[in-house]
């Protein structure tokens, strides 16, 4: 359409109101004609006849030249351009103030025809600067990661192409997600108040829908909204894209004992894959994929060794149009058995009726050598207030009834600094005794103990969806049912904390194990109890290993996962700060060591690296002198899987548009397309040119015709 | 001051406060005009002989009387003095337009007067009609040097008057005069073109000689003016606004076809019709008269 979609200087549009001045100047002027005596009206009389049509139009004609005129002179000086047609683009040239904004996220990498999506979005953005006119043009330069990066952000210095382009041939892809709704903000804020012609956001870049989590706001009154985007659309039309998504990995690894790793892989269009397990630098297990949307797959590993610290990869083999997300790393920790604390509220020297009887069978079943799961210790409800927390990993309370404030202070210490806390309830619990520890500004508990609750039935427990690390185990129907177990009797659980979770609830609604925090520690209370007598669960399968799983849960309290995304700062502690005496950070397998003793706070024992922009493994290693040897920790670092997901916009252009809405959008998907639609703006001087030269025609046609008359009249004049 | 001939222009007779004066003025250098023209012997016929004397013209040498006598003689010429003129002016309220300090009327007079003293100086009867919506003043023909200055004294006393319709009043003139003699009609015969060619006609009906003047004013010739004007007619009082420049060529147009048609109508009547303006010379008008004179 080629209509003046758009104008350089759109306020001088309104010039245009200086086309009505000569119907003004015709009215005001208007004059009572002269009163002529004349003998010989009769001649004039038919002359007038002859000629007032004709001379009418000649003077409608003129003034429509001059109304013509003024008005094409006001779009002349706004500048108008035009989409015309598609010319020569080689050689078109456009002035523009523009941003040029990058997406440097690592689904550019995806290679296709043998160039990545970022090889092509250079191209196109290289081609596109060649079409902008030398000395007049200005640019600067936006990287569109998972936040906006103004690389070159100041237009007074952005007259330097040639520096341009090769800022952006030197930019490196990057491992980051990418927020192009973000990216075009920006760009669209920094061409605010900014004066200049062809203001305009190229945006190179996939397209792909994960890259935009919303629409860009139209902006407000002072909003510039006379902005052009380009959309220069690099990505694959149909990509396929074999992907490690997740890793679940165990946060802590019994040593010597099996342990499960479950990636869930996208593993479509790449059927007979496999994904390989790889521990501390060897494959520990592999495992063929189909060729599923989602795949969960199950890797079995164990480690031994004395090292308490491991690393771990899942990986998708093979090739790959974007390799940068087929691994996946994690760490966890390998330890020795859980050192447990029983406490016995209920002893009972009849064997059958002790409270403990099935915690420890449990504990150390048959077959399984003493020590194995758990090195349990039993202590009396006295002895609370003298047990050394260094002894254990986690004070597990059985149907305690009473406990001193001096206990409930140090099992609050005991917690507080990375311990694990388990409560069973039981008819020898008092609520009132836990009151203390269930209330206040920092409970302890998650829910406040309440009294026993008989229902009229019998009622079971609703597993759900087993989202809890506890519950892992049972996921899938394996290692039996917990519904199976009946329950008679049970303390009801009353919120408290509101950082504190249900992990299991009764049919009937009750809490019947929900866990907490308490500074770096966890814990976890279960509302019935632990041996028989209100529930068939301690005679269930599921019992044991919910009490294993529950115990190695409370055991990694204070040990958080370090395991971040690539751009984030992992949060690692080194215990051994105070007696430090170099720390080196190397990403795995062969990095260089980096010194990071400069990063180290001995104070608090946390080492503030910063943000860490490639996905691996990295090892961190304290030395400690000679004697002392060196500690060892690991950090994971991977890249976001949400860019993994190559899905397209859904939509097309139209799901572009509706992005980008209240502006022009202009999209792209070759350089040449892009280069013909930045011709399109060159437009902007020529069909001011044309205009101007429209305007020139009618401003001489009019000279003509007013001319004409005048020379008439002069003649005239001059007989007279 | 202005030489005799130079009298002949208008502006420079307009500068002559009295009109007797005017005329005169006028005559004397029509008079100086002509010896350098071929009129000689005009408006004259035989009277007698005389002998030839040297330095006459050889052309009026009578050869018969050569042959008979073997002597020069050359012919002598006597006026005819049998001729009535009338001179008819249109006083009309039209004939009052002048744009150069001199309207029609007074144009016309001023050739009458001049007219009037060559008739009688020829020995002819001249007598005056004017008109405007009726006739206005009559003198009958007479060849008396008084009677010249009756007539003078009419045309300097004589103003535009009312709308007048040309046709009818010449027809009245047609009924007035008997004798046939010459009929000089001085009119802008603004008009019905056929009226006035009936009118003319029902005059030669009459056996009379008409030399007919269309005096125009040089704006009425012309038309030069421009810009859009509202013109008023000095006789009806009609108006009509136009833009004069843009109109003046189809203004000239339409004048031409109309002094054409007459041109062309009265010639087929054996009427002799001038068209002149007030930028005319006045003599152009009085060798019209003699041309038609010389004729008879």
């Known amino acids: 359409m080629p209509a003046f979609a758009n104008f350089l200087n759109p306020a001088l549009v309104w010039l245009a109101v200086g086309a009505l001045a000569p119907i003004i100047i015709h009215l005001a002027a208007r004059s009572r004609p002269k009163l002529t005596p004349f003998p010989a009206v009769r001649f004039i009389m038919i002359s007038h006849r002859r000629t007032a049509t004709k001379f009418r139009l000649k003077q409608l004609l003129l003034l429509l030249l001059r109304i013509a005129a003024l008005g094409l002179f006001a779009f002349v000086v ?57 000395g007049e043009s200005r640019a600067c330069l936006v990287l569109a990661g998972d936040t906006p990066q103004p690389v070159l952000k100041d237009f007074d210095h952005a007259f330097d192409l040639a520096g341009l382009k090769s800022r952006i041939e030197e930019t490196p892809l990057t491992w980051r997600g990418s927020d192009c709704t973000a990216a075009v903000k920006e760009a669209v804020r920094m061409l605010d108040g900014v004066s200049g012609a062809g203001k305009s956001v190229f945006l190179f870049t996939d397209l792909t829908a994960c890259s935009w ?80 949307r989602v795949e969960a797959v199950q890797l079995k590993a164990s480690v031994t060794g004395r090292s308490p610290e491991h690393w771990g990869r899942v990986s998708l083999t093979g090739e790959d149009a974007l390799p940068a997300d087929n691994d996946r790393f994690f760490t966890f920790r390998s330890a020795a058995p ?72 140090r099992i609050r210490h005991f917690v507080s600094t990375g311990h694990g806390l388990m409560i069973f309830g039981g008819d020898g619990v008092r609520p009132e005794a836990y009151q203390m520890v269930s209330s206040g500004d920092t409970p302890l508990l998650p829910y406040a103990i309440g009294p026993a609750r008989t229902p009229a039935e019998p009622t079971h427990l609703e597993p759900g969806l087993l989202k809890h690390p506890v519950l892992a185990k ?247 | 001051m202005p030489t005799a001939e130079q009298y002949l222009q208008p502006e420079v007779l307009a500068r002559v406060s009295r009109f007797d004066l005017k005329a005169k003025f006028l005559i004397e250098g029509f008079f100086s005009g002509l010896h ?122 004589t103003k535009p008057g009312k709308q007048a319709h040309v046709s009818e009043l010449l027809h009245k003139v047609a009924g007035m005069i008997d004798k046939r003699g010459l009929i000089v009609v001085m009119s802008d015969l603004l008009d019905e073109p056929q009226d006035v060619l009936d009118a003319f006609a029902h005059l030669r009906y009459g056996g009379h000689e008409i030399i007919a003047f269309h005096i125009l004013d040089q704006a009425e010739a012309q038309f030069p003016f421009s810009s859009a004007r509202k013109f008023q007619d000095v006789e009806s009082g009609q108006t009509v606004i136009a833009d004069a420049g843009s109109i003046r060529a189809e203004y000239l147009r339409a004048l031409e076809d109309f002094v054409g048609t007459y041109r062309s109508e009265l010639y087929k009547q054996h009427i002799d019709f001038f068209s002149i303006d007030t930028s005319t010379s006045f003599d152009k008008a009085l060798m019209a008269y003699l041309l038609k004179r010389s004729g008879r």
């Open chain 1, 338 to 409: 859980v050192r447990a604390i029983l406490v016995n509220g209920a002893p009972s020297a009849v064997r059958r009726r002790d409270e403990l009887l099935y915690l420890r069978t449990a504990l150390a079943p048959k077959g399984m050598a003493a020590g194995r799961l758990a090195e349990v210790a039993e202590l009396g409800p006295a002895d609370i207030e003298s047990f050394e927390p260094r002894d254990a990993d986690v004070l597990v309370l059985c149907n305690v009834g009473a406990i001193s404030s001096a206990a409930w202070t």
């Open chain 1, 474 to 720: 049972f996921r899938g129907g394996r290692n039996g049912d917990l519904a199976g177990a009946r329950f008679t009797t049970y303390n009801r659980l009353e919120p408290g904390d509101e950082g504190a979770e249900i992990v299991l609830a009764y049919k009937n609604g009750d809490p019947a194990l929900v866990a907490g925090r308490y500074g770096t520690g966890r814990v976890l209370v279960f509302a019935s109890s632990c041996d028989a007598d209100w529930n068939t669960l301690p005679r269930e399968i599921p019992y044991g290993i919910l009490i294993h799983e529950s115990l190695r849960f409370l055991a990694a309290s204070g040990k958080e996962t370090r395991d971040v995304l690539v751009g984030s700062a992992p949060d690692v502690r080194i215990t051994s700060a105070e007696s430090a005496q170099s720390v080196t950070v190397a990403r795995l397998p062969n990095g260089v060591p980096l010194d990071a003793a400069a990063w180290l706070d001995r104070r608090t024992g946390r080492l503030n690296l910063p943000a860490v922009d490639e996905p691996g493994a990295y090892r961190v290693e304290v030395g400690r002198g000679a004697d002392k040897g060196a500690e060892e920790m690991f950090f994971a670092v991977n890249v976001d899987t949400a860019e993994s997901d190559m899905e397209r916009l859904p939509g097309g252009d139209e799901a572009v548009r509706s992005l980008l809405p209240g502006r022009t959008v202009k999209i792209a998907r070759s350089p040449a397309e892009l280069l013909d639609q930045v011709s399109r703006s060159r437009s902007v001087s020529e069909v001011t040119s044309h205009l101007a030269g429209i305007v020139l025609a009618i401003l001489l046609a009019e000279m003509y015709l007013s001319n004409r008359l005048r020379t008439r009249a002069v003649g005239a004049e001059q007989a007279e």
């Open chain 1, 78 to 134: 706004a500048r108008p351009w035009v989409e015309g047609t598609p010319g020569d683009v080689r050689h078109a040239q456009a002035t523009v103030t523009a941003v040029m904004v990058l997406d440097t996220s690592y689904s550019m990498g995806y290679r296709q025809d043998k160039s990545s999506s970022f090889e092509k979005a250079k191209e196109m953005a290289l081609a596109a600067i060649g079409a902008f006119t030398v």
């Open chain 1, 213 to 292: 989590p919303g629409p860009v706001p139209a902006g407000g009154e002072d909003a510039d909204e006379d902005v052009t985007i380009y959309v220069a659309d690099a990505g694959p039309e149909e990509p396929l894209n074999p992907a490690v998504l997740a890793v679940e990995s165990p946060d802590n690894a019994l040593s010597g004992a099996p342990f499960e790793v479950r990636p869930r892989v996208d593993a479509v269009g790449s059927p007979g894959r496999q994904v390989e397990l790889v521990i501390d630098g060897t494959v520990r297990d592999r495992k063929v994929v189909g060729s599923q």
């Open chain 2, 36 to 157: 350098r023209s071929p009129f000689k012997g005009f408006s004259s016929e035989f009277s007698d002989h005389r002998k030839y004397v040297a330095g006459d013209d050889t052309k009026d040498l009578d050869w018969k009387v050569y042959a008979r006598t073997n002597k020069f003689y050359i012919k002598r010429f006597q006026a005819e003095t049998n001729m009535e003129c009338h001179l008819v002016i249109d006083a009309s309220a039209s004939m009052g337009y002048g744009t150069l300090g001199l309207t029609k009327l007074e144009y016309a007079t001023y050739v009458a007067a001049a007219l009037a003293f060559l008739v009688v100086s020829q020995q002819d009867t001249v007598g005056l009609i004017t008109f405007d919506d009726a006739i206005r003043a009559v003198l009958r023909p007479k060849s008396k040097r008084k009677h010249v200055i009756r007539i003078l004294k009419v045309l300097n006393d």
